[in-house]
């Protein structure tokens, strides 16, 4: 039986898994299970990683984490100080990324479904993009901005008619999808 192990992991001396020196048996003992243990390095390297081919190929290009991925303020905190945005969801994410202090400005509200109050939050905090799936979620969108009498940046999400031979659960490029134009 062999394990692969990333960068940052090994076995110590009591045949133990240990994530950047932390013994996760003795993680166990402290903290019990389950248990959820984040490289913070690795996070950082990552980051960095795509931060910078994005700096090199796009000058006004932004790497967006996923918050759907890991959404607790620790992480969003992490990724947000290496300089990328924060892509949320949902209200609930939305709400985790401004009570984490990232700057509204590197938030997008992403994902098919809004609810008004969800634009509406979006709205009021000034984050940087509203993600559109549909005309009738632009026309949710024009109504929220009317009826406080503000204005936000909207992207629009284009379907582009590729099929990729895989599980229908994840083929969100083809037109008879649920996501976007």
Do not use: W
Not at 101 to 122: F, W
Not at 127 to 143: P, S, T, V
């Amino acid at each position: 039986f062999a394990m692969y192990l990333h960068k940052g992991m090994e076995i110590n001396e009591k045949g133990h898994l240990t994530i950047s020196g932390c013994d996760t048996v003795e993680l166990k003992k402290q903290y019990g299970t389950p248990l959820y243990v984040i490289d913070e390095n690795m996070v950082r390297q990552n980051a960095k990683s795509f931060k910078t081919a994005m700096d090199k190929y796009f000058e006004n290009g932004r790497v967006m984490f996923a918050s759907k991925a890991l959404n607790n303020k620790a992480v969003l905190k992490i990724v947000a100080s290496e300089g990328l945005g924060i892509d949320t969801v949902s209200g609930g994410e939305l709400y985790t990324a401004l009570s984490a202090g990232i700057d509204p400005k590197r938030i997008e509200l992403h994902g098919n479904s809004k609810t008004e109050e969800e634009i509406i939050m979006a709205v009021e905090n000034k984050i940087y993009c509203i993600i559109a799936d549909g005309f009738d979620e632009l026309d949710l969108i024009e109504n929220v901005c009317k009826k406080l009498n503000k204005k936000i940046d909207v992207s629009i999400r284009i379907r582009p008619n590729i099929d990729v031979h895989a599980h229908h659960a994840v083929q969100t490029a083809k037109m008879d999808c649920k996501f976007g134009f």
